[in-house]
């Protein structure tokens, strides 16, 4: 059974920056693809950003692209996600995701099939 832990979450000032990461562990093989969602109060959640193990394909939701970057340290089985110039939109509860495969979109992190617990982001103004 896969585990995962975040770790990063915070209350940050709008235009600064915080870094998420994720730790898997508990598998005995790599999953190819680990992203991130997020889900505000009150709204759907939202696929944030995804990356294969080697990197070679990312995705990002648009209300993200310029702005956040997600990198993977596959010795470490652990996935980060870089948010700079955060706005308080950008607030919300954000969960690391992993599955076999990304997808075409952000968006498919919905269909992952394991989530961690968490963390929460608050952007003020």
């Known amino acids: 059974q896969v585990q995962l832990v975040e770790s990063g979450g915070g209350s940050v000032q709008a235009g600064g920056s915080l870094r998420l990461s994720c730790t898997a562990s508990?598998?005995?093989?790599?999953?190819?693809?680990m992203g991130w969602l997020r889900q505000a109060p009150g709204k759907e959640r939202e696929g944030v950003a995804s990356?294969?193990?080697?990197?070679?394909?990312?995705y990002y939701a648009d209300s993200v692209k310029g702005r956040f970057s997600i990198s993977r340290d596959n010795s470490k089985n652990t996935v980060y996600l870089q948010m700079n110039n955060l706005k308080p939109e950008d607030t919300a509860m954000y969960y690391c995701?992993?599955?076999?495969?990304?997808?075409?979109?952000?968006?498919?992190?919905?269909?992952?099939?394991?989530w961690g617990q968490g963390t929460q982001v608050t952007v003020y103004s």
């Open positions: 990356a294969y193990s080697g990197h070679t394909v990312t």
């Open positions: 995701a992993i599955d076999d495969a990304c997808g075409d979109s952000a968006a498919a992190l919905l269909f992952f099939g394991s």
């Open positions: 508990g598998f005995t093989y790599s999953y190819n693809c």
